[in-house]
C-alpha cells in the first residue's frame, strides 16, 4: 500500500541506492531540456527574485476561459484570473480563488493584485501545489466549500498519522455541524487550534497541508463562520439547513411551474391562486427558485430570518391586470 | 567521526551516529512518549506523539524523535511548548477515538486532559502498526495489514476479517502482534483460541511425516524416546534436570549441522527475549526454562538479517508448530524459510503471563536475585542464586496463566525435529524424543560425540498423560478436536 515515510534524509543526499537522487515531478523535468538548450541564465531571467522560470495552473470555477495557462512566475492573480480567464461569468462578483488543489488556501478579492510565486502564496497561507486554481463567485459559501475540501481529503488521507486522520475527522463533524446550524462558540477557535497542529506535526505534505482550506477561509472569512454559528445565517445562500425558499406574493402569477417542477410536492396553489411553499415538506432543492420566470422572480431564498407567514385564504385568489407584470392581488 | 555532539533539552551530549533523538535522550534518561514505537520493528512515525523541537541554522521545526537521525550540533527540545500544544491536540483526538484505551487515559491523566472537545467513538485500536510490522519485519508472514485509508483505515487480521481475505489462514498464531500490541486489541488469548483451534494440524503432520496421527499417538508421530543428560557440568548446574536442549545445540552449532541457533534467554528482570546464539557461550545464558510467554519466532528474522544460513530454534509447541506450518507450506512466507534446518521443540502445557513476575518481585523475591525456575509436582520452584529454594503452589499463581494455551492440543512439540522436556525421566535428566531423521541424527551425533549420554525410556505413562489432559483441555475450551 502506498503510504508516505518519514524522510529526514533528503532523497537529493540519500536515495536511490543509497546514492544522491534526483526525484522531480514532471512539470520540472520539461523544463531541464529548455535549460540545457538555452542556458540558465535565460531561465533565471523569467520569474520572481525566489521563483525563477514559469508555472502551469489549471484554471477552473467560476471564470469565463477554462483550461490550462502557462504564465511567468510573479503574473498577479488578476493577470490570471481576469486577462487570460476572461473575469467571472453572468457579471457575477469574484470572491476567491484557491491556488495549489484541495489542499490549498482560499485567497480573498484584496490579494488579487498579488505576484503569484511560491514565497507570496505562502504569506497568504496558500500553496503553489498541484497547480489547481479555482475562481469562486459570490454564490459561493465559504463555510461549505472549506467542509467540501475536507470531505475530500478525509478520503485521500492516507490514514497513517494521527493528526492528518483523527484531525481531518475531527474538523469534518465541526464544519458539517456549522453548516447544518449546530455550530456553537468556540468551534472556530477549535478548528484553529487543530488545524494548526495538523500542519505542524502531520507526516507528509498532504496533512500539512490539509488544514490550508479551513485555517485560510477562517482568516479571511471569518465573518462567514460567524454568521453560520450566531445567527444561523448562510450569507451566500448555499447551506441547505440554513435557508428556506419562499414565494413572495407580490409577484407571484400563480403560473404552476414551480409547483409542477417541484419534486416534493412541497407546492400548493392551483390556476390563479398564489402559490404557497409548505415548509415542513421543502427539501430545498432550489429547483422552484430556478424555474420561476425572471419576469417574476417569485421565489426568494432567504437565511437567518424567519419565514414570512402565508398569506390568509380569502386573499390568495389573483386578479389578473393583464398590464401588470408581476402577480397583483 | 563515528559521533555527534548535539543538545537535548539543554543537555550537551555526544552519541553514535546513526541514532535516533528518541534512543539518544533515552541513552540520557529523557523520557519521551510513544504509542508506534517498538524497538523490535522500524519506526514508522505514525502517532507523532514522540514529537520534539529541533533547532538547526536557527530555524525551529517540530519533528518526529523516533526516526530523525541525531545531526552534529543538533539543539533539541522535548518539553518546548510547541511540542507539549502538539502531543496534547494528538492525545486529545485519540481519547475521542478511544476513550476506553489505558494508555490513552494515563497520557490524557499525564498531560493534564479532562475530557476531549471531539466527538466521542469507542475503538480499541489506534492504528499505531505495530502488528503489521512485527507480522511483516520479523514474523515473515504479513497476516495483518491495514485496509481502506483515510478516515476508514482499519486493520484486517486474524482476528479481524473484514474483507473475508481469511488471513488467519496465512497467520502462525506467533503471538507476535499480541504481544507489541499497546491497547490490548489484539488479546494474546483470543489470537491463540482462534488460531490453536484452527491450525490445520494433519496437513502439516501429513507434509512433514508422511501421514497423520492416529487419535490414539497422544505425542504425535515420533521414532523413539529416550531418558538423556549432558556430560557438561556447568549445564546441568543452571539447567533444568538434564541440561539435553542446551548441549544438544551446542553439539549442532559445533558439528556444523547449525550455525546459529535462536533461543530465549531471560535479562534480569526474567522478560524473555530471543538470542542468536553462535557459541557454547552463549547457548550457556538461555539455559534454564523461562515460563511466561514470548514470540521467540520473531528470533529468526535476526539470525537470518545476520547472514546466518542454517538455523537452529528452540521453542514450545506452538512456536515449532508455526515455524512447521511455513517450511512445509508453499505460501509466499518472506521468513527465509530455506534457512530454518532444525526445529527443537519443548514439552509445554501452558505459559504465564509478564505479570507473573511482578508477582514473584513483589511477594517472594527480587528477580535479581533469581537464578532458576523450575516446575515440580504442584509447585513452582523458585531458586535463589545463593541456593534458596521458595516453592509457590501452582494454585496461588492460576491468575497468571496464559489461558490462551488451553486452546493447544500439543503438549509434546509434536511437529519439531526433537522434542524435550523434563517430564517422564528421573530427576536429573531430560526426555527426549525424536521425531525425524534431522532429530535422530543430532542426539546420535551428540551421544557419540560426548556431549550427552541417553537410555531408551520405556515408561512413557506420565508422558501420555499429560499430552492427553491438554487434548481434553482443548476439547473443552474450543469444542473441537484437531482439525
Same mark, same amino acid.
Given at each position: 500500500?502506498?503510504?508516505?515515510?518519514?524522510?529526514?534524509?533528503?532523497?537529493?543526499?540519500?536515495?536511490?541506492?543509497?546514492?544522491?537522487?534526483?526525484?522531480?515531478?514532471?512539470?520540472?523535468?520539461?523544463?531541464?531540456?529548455?535549460?540545457?538548450?538555452?542556458?540558465?541564465?535565460?531561465?533565471?531571467?523569467?520569474?520572481?527574485?525566489?521563483?525563477?522560470?514559469?508555472?502551469?495552473?489549471?484554471?477552473?470555477?467560476?471564470?469565463?476561459?477554462?483550461?490550462?495557462?502557462?504564465?511567468?512566475?510573479?503574473?498577479?492573480?488578476?493577470?490570471?484570473?481576469?486577462?487570460?480567464?476572461?473575469?467571472?461569468?453572468?457579471?457575477?462578483?469574484?470572491?476567491?480563488?484557491?491556488?495549489?488543489?484541495?489542499?490549498?488556501?482560499?485567497?480573498?478579492?484584496?490579494?488579487?493584485?498579488?505576484?503569484?510565486?511560491?514565497?507570496?502564496?505562502?504569506?497568504?497561507? &496558500?500553496?503553489?501545489?498541484?497547480?489547481?486554481?479555482?475562481?469562486?463567485?459570490?454564490?459561493?459559501?465559504?463555510?461549505?466549500?472549506?467542509?467540501?475540501?475536507?470531505?475530500?481529503?478525509?478520503?485521500?488521507? =492516507?490514514?497513517?498519522?494521527?493528526? =492528518?486522520?483523527?484531525?481531518?475527522?475531527?474538523?469534518?463533524?465541526?464544519?458539517?455541524?456549522?453548516?447544518?446550524?449546530?455550530?456553537?462558540?468556540?468551534?472556530?477557535?477549535?478548528?484553529?487550534?487543530?488545524?494548526?497542529?495538523?500542519?505542524?506535526? &502531520?507526516?507528509?505534505?498532504?496533512?500539512?497541508?490539509?488544514?490550508?482550506?479551513?485555517?485560510?477561509?477562517?482568516?479571511?472569512?471569518?465573518?462567514?463562520?460567524?454568521?453560520?454559528?450566531?445567527?444561523?445565517?448562510?450569507?451566500?445562500?448555499?447551506?441547505?439547513?440554513?435557508? &428556506?425558499?419562499?414565494?413572495?406574493?407580490?409577484?407571484?402569477?400563480?403560473?404552476?411551474?414551480?409547483?409542477?417542477?417541484?419534486?416534493?410536492?412541497?407546492?400548493?396553489?392551483?390556476?390563479?391562486?398564489?402559490?404557497?411553499?409548505?415548509?415542513?415538506?421543502?427539501?430545498? =432543492?432550489?429547483?422552484?427558485?430556478?424555474?420561476?420566470?425572471?419576469?417574476? &422572480?417569485?421565489?426568494?431564498?432567504?437565511?437567518?430570518?424567519?419565514?414570512?407567514?402565508?398569506?390568509?385564504?380569502?386573499?390568495?385568489?389573483?386578479?389578473?391586470?393583464?398590464?401588470?407584470?408581476?402577480?397583483?392581488? | 567521526?563515528?559521533?555527534?555532539?548535539?543538545?537535548?533539552?539543554?543537555?550537551?551530549?555526544?552519541?553514535?551516529?546513526?541514532?535516533?533523538?528518541?534512543?539518544?535522550?533515552?541513552?540520557?534518561?529523557?523520557?519521551?512518549?510513544?504509542?508506534?514505537?517498538?524497538?523490535?520493528?522500524?519506526?514508522?512515525?505514525?502517532?507523532?506523539?514522540?514529537?520534539?523541537?529541533?533547532?538547526?541554522?536557527?530555524?525551529?521545526?517540530?519533528?518526529?524523535?523516533?526516526?530523525?537521525?541525531?545531526?552534529?550540533?543538533?539543539?533539541?527540545?522535548?518539553?518546548?511548548?510547541?511540542?507539549?500544544?502538539?502531543?496534547?491536540?494528538?492525545?486529545?483526538?485519540?481519547?475521542?477515538?478511544?476513550?476506553?484505551?489505558?494508555?490513552?487515559?494515563?497520557?490524557?491523566?499525564?498531560?493534564?486532559?479532562?475530557?476531549?472537545?471531539?466527538?466521542?467513538?469507542?475503538?480499541?485500536?489506534?492504528?499505531?502498526?505495530?502488528?503489521?510490522?512485527?507480522?511483516?519485519?520479523?514474523?515473515?508472514?504479513?497476516?495483518?495489514?491495514?485496509?481502506?485509508?483515510?478516515?476508514?483505515?482499519?486493520?484486517?487480521?486474524?482476528?479481524?476479517?473484514?474483507?473475508?481475505?481469511?488471513?488467519?489462514?496465512?497467520?502462525?498464531?506467533?503471538?507476535?502482534?499480541?504481544?507489541?500490541?499497546?491497547?490490548?486489541?489484539?488479546?494474546?488469548?483470543?489470537?491463540?483460541?482462534?488460531?490453536?483451534?484452527?491450525?490445520?494440524?494433519?496437513?502439516?503432520?501429513?507434509?512433514?511425516?508422511?501421514?497423520?496421527?492416529?487419535?490414539?499417538?497422544?505425542?504425535?508421530?515420533?521414532?523413539?524416546?529416550?531418558?538423556?543428560?549432558?556430560?557438561?557440568?556447568?549445564?546441568?548446574?543452571?539447567?533444568?534436570?538434564?541440561?539435553?536442549?542446551?548441549?544438544?545445540?551446542?553439539?549442532?552449532?559445533?558439528?556444523?549441522?547449525?550455525?546459529?541457533?535462536?533461543?530465549?534467554?531471560?535479562?534480569?528482570?526474567?522478560?524473555?527475549?530471543?538470542?542468536?546464539?553462535?557459541?557454547?557461550?552463549?547457548?550457556?545464558?538461555?539455559?534454564?526454562?523461562?515460563?511466561? *510467554?514470548?514470540?521467540?519466532?520473531?528470533?529468526?528474522?535476526?539470525?537470518?538479517?545476520?547472514?546466518?544460513?542454517?538455523?537452529? *530454534?528452540?521453542?514450545?509447541?506452538?512456536?515449532?508448530?508455526?515455524?512447521?506450518?511455513?517450511?512445509?507450506?508453499?505460501?509466499?512466507?518472506?521468513?527465509?524459510?530455506?534457512?530454518?534446518?532444525?526445529?527443537?521443540?519443548?514439552?509445554?502445557?501452558?505459559?504465564?503471563?509478564?505479570?507473573?513476575?511482578?508477582?514473584?518481585?513483589?511477594?517472594?523475591?527480587?528477580?535479581?536475585?533469581?537464578?532458576?525456575?523450575?516446575?515440580?509436582?504442584?509447585?513452582?520452584?523458585?531458586?535463589?542464586?545463593?541456593?534458596?529454594?521458595?516453592?509457590?503452589?501452582?494454585?496461588?499463581?492460576?491468575?497468571?496463566?496464559?489461558?490462551?494455551? *488451553?486452546?493447544?492440543?500439543?503438549?509434546?512439540?509434536?511437529?519439531?525435529?526433537?522434542?524435550?522436556?523434563?517430564?517422564?525421566?528421573?530427576?536429573?535428566?531430560?526426555?527426549?524424543?525424536?521425531?525425524?531423521?534431522?532429530?535422530?541424527?543430532?542426539?546420535?551425533?551428540?551421544?557419540?560425540?560426548?556431549?550427552?549420554?541417553?537410555?531408551?525410556?520405556?515408561?512413557?505413562?506420565?508422558?501420555?498423560?499429560?499430552?492427553?489432559?491438554?487434548?481434553?483441555?482443548?476439547?473443552?475450551?474450543?469444542?473441537?478436536?484437531?482439525?
Amino acid at each position: 500500500m502506498g503510504e508516505p515515510r518519514p524522510k529526514y534524509i533528503h532523497t537529493s543526499e540519500s536515495g536511490v541506492w543509497d546514492k544522491p537522487s534526483d526525484l522531480n515531478n514532471v512539470e520540472t523535468w520539461a523544463n531541464v531540456p529548455l535549460i540545457i538548450d538555452k542556458g540558465s541564465d535565460w531561465f533565471t531571467s523569467i520569474g520572481t527574485e525566489g521563483s525563477k522560470g514559469t508555472k502551469i495552473f489549471s484554471l477552473v470555477g467560476k471564470v469565463n476561459n477554462t483550461g490550462l495557462v502557462e504564465v511567468p512566475m510573479g503574473t498577479t492573480l488578476k493577470e490570471i484570473i481576469y486577462d487570460i480567464g476572461g473575469g467571472i461569468p453572468e457579471g457575477k462578483k469574484f470572491k476567491a480563488v484557491q491556488t495549489g488543489g484541495p489542499s490549498g488556501g482560499c485567497i480573498p478579492e484584496e490579494y488579487l493584485d498579488t505576484p503569484v510565486d511560491f514565497d507570496e502564496l505562502a504569506k497568504l497561507g &496558500s500553496i503553489m501545489g498541484s497547480g489547481g486554481m479555482i475562481v469562486m463567485d459570490e454564490d459561493t459559501c465559504m463555510v461549505d466549500i472549506s467542509r467540501y475540501f475536507v470531505d475530500f481529503l478525509c478520503d485521500e488521507s =492516507c490514514g497513517k498519522c494521527v493528526p =492528518c486522520r483523527e484531525g481531518l475527522k475531527g474538523v469534518r463533524k465541526i464544519l458539517n455541524d456549522i453548516v447544518a446550524g449546530r455550530g456553537k462558540e468556540g468551534d472556530i477557535e477549535l478548528l484553529e487550534e487543530i488545524g494548526d497542529v495538523m500542519s505542524e506535526a &502531520s507526516l507528509c505534505a498532504l496533512g500539512k497541508t490539509a488544514a490550508n482550506p479551513i485555517l485560510s477561509t477562517i482568516r479571511y472569512f471569518r465573518d462567514e463562520y460567524e454568521a453560520h454559528i450566531e445567527e444561523k445565517r448562510c450569507p451566500a445562500l448555499v447551506c441547505k439547513d440554513l435557508i &428556506s425558499y419562499y414565494i413572495d406574493p407580490e409577484r407571484c402569477n400563480a403560473c404552476r411551474l414551480c409547483l409542477k417542477n417541484c419534486p416534493a410536492d412541497a407546492i400548493d396553489g392551483e390556476k390563479k391562486l398564489i402559490h404557497i411553499i409548505d415548509q415542513s415538506k421543502c427539501v430545498k =432543492c432550489g429547483t422552484c427558485f430556478d424555474v420561476c420566470p425572471p419576469k417574476f &422572480s417569485a421565489v426568494k431564498k432567504i437565511s437567518g430570518e424567519p419565514v414570512p407567514p402565508p398569506i390568509p385564504e380569502e386573499k390568495r385568489v389573483l386578479v389578473k391586470d393583464k398590464k401588470s407584470k408581476g402577480g397583483q392581488k | 567521526m563515528n559521533e555527534v555532539t548535539l543538545e537535548i533539552d539543554g543537555r550537551k551530549i555526544k552519541v553514535e551516529k546513526g541514532l535516533t533523538i528518541l534512543e539518544a535522550a533515552k541513552g540520557i534518561g529523557i523520557d519521551i512518549p510513544t504509542l508506534c514505537y517498538h524497538p523490535l520493528v522500524s519506526p514508522s512515525g505514525a502517532c507523532r506523539l514522540c514529537s520534539v523541537e529541533v533547532e538547526r541554522r536557527g530555524r525551529k521545526n517540530i519533528v518526529t524523535s523516533c526516526v530523525y537521525p541525531v545531526e552534529e550540533g543538533l539543539v533539541v527540545n522535548t518539553k518546548s511548548p510547541e511540542v507539549i500544544k502538539v502531543r496534547k491536540m494528538i492525545i486529545e483526538l485519540l481519547m475521542a477515538r478511544s476513550p476506553n484505551v489505558k494508555i490513552i487515559q494515563d497520557l490524557a491523566q499525564e498531560y493534564g486532559i479532562k475530557e476531549t472537545r471531539f466527538e466521542l467513538e469507542d475503538e480499541t485500536c489506534i492504528l499505531c502498526g505495530l502488528c503489521t510490522r512485527i507480522c511483516e519485519e520479523r514474523v515473515g508472514v504479513s497476516a495483518i495489514n491495514f485496509i481502506n485509508r483515510g478516515v476508514n483505515r482499519m486493520i484486517e487480521g486474524p482476528l479481524e476479517d473484514h474483507l473475508g481475505t481469511n488471513l488467519s489462514d496465512m497467520c502462525i498464531g506467533c503471538g507476535a502482534c499480541a504481544y507489541v500490541c499497546p491497547t490490548g486489541t489484539i488479546g494474546l488469548e483470543d489470537l491463540y483460541k482462534k488460531i490453536r483451534s484452527s491450525f490445520p494440524f494433519g496437513t502439516v503432520e501429513e507434509r512433514t511425516f508422511g501421514r497423520r496421527s492416529g487419535e490414539d499417538e497422544v505425542l504425535g508421530i515420533y521414532k523413539n524416546c529416550y531418558a538423556v543428560r549432558s556430560k557438561k557440568e556447568d549445564i546441568l548446574e543452571r539447567a533444568q534436570d538434564g541440561g539435553a536442549v542446551t548441549s544438544l545445540l551446542a553439539y549442532a552449532l559445533e558439528s556444523g549441522m547449525i550455525d546459529a541457533a535462536v533461543i530465549t534467554v531471560a535479562d534480569n528482570s526474567w522478560e524473555p527475549t530471543t538470542k542468536v546464539a553462535t557459541s557454547y557461550d552463549d547457548l550457556k545464558e538461555g539455559a534454564g526454562t523461562k515460563y511466561t *510467554f514470548y514470540p521467540s519466532g520473531i528470533g529468526i528474522s535476526e539470525a537470518v538479517n545476520k547472514g546466518y544460513e542454517d538455523i537452529g *530454534f528452540v521453542g514450545t509447541p506452538c512456536q515449532t508448530e508455526g515455524l512447521r506450518k511455513i517450511l512445509t507450506s508453499n505460501q509466499p512466507y518472506s521468513i527465509g524459510k530455506e534457512k530454518i534446518k532444525l526445529l527443537v521443540g519443548l514439552f509445554c502445557l501452558d505459559t504465564f503471563k509478564q505479570e507473573l513476575m511482578g508477582f514473584i518481585n513483589d511477594k517472594i523475591t527480587r528477580l535479581g536475585e533469581v537464578g532458576k525456575l523450575d516446575i515440580k509436582g504442584r509447585d513452582l520452584n523458585i531458586y535463589e542464586k545463593n541456593g534458596e529454594m521458595h516453592a509457590v503452589p501452582l494454585s496461588d499463581i492460576e491468575g497468571y496463566v496464559n489461558k490462551g494455551c *488451553f486452546a493447544c492440543t500439543d503438549f509434546s512439540s509434536e511437529l519439531a525435529d526433537i522434542s524435550i522436556g523434563s517430564v517422564g525421566s528421573d530427576m536429573g535428566w531430560s526426555t527426549v524424543i525424536t521425531r525425524t531423521d534431522r532429530g535422530v541424527a543430532l542426539l546420535e551425533g551428540a551421544i557419540n560425540d560426548g556431549y550427552v549420554e541417553a537410555k531408551e525410556l520405556k515408561d512413557l505413562k506420565l508422558l501420555i498423560r499429560l499430552a492427553k489432559i491438554k487434548r481434553k483441555r482443548a476439547k473443552k475450551e474450543t469444542g473441537t478436536t484437531r482439525p
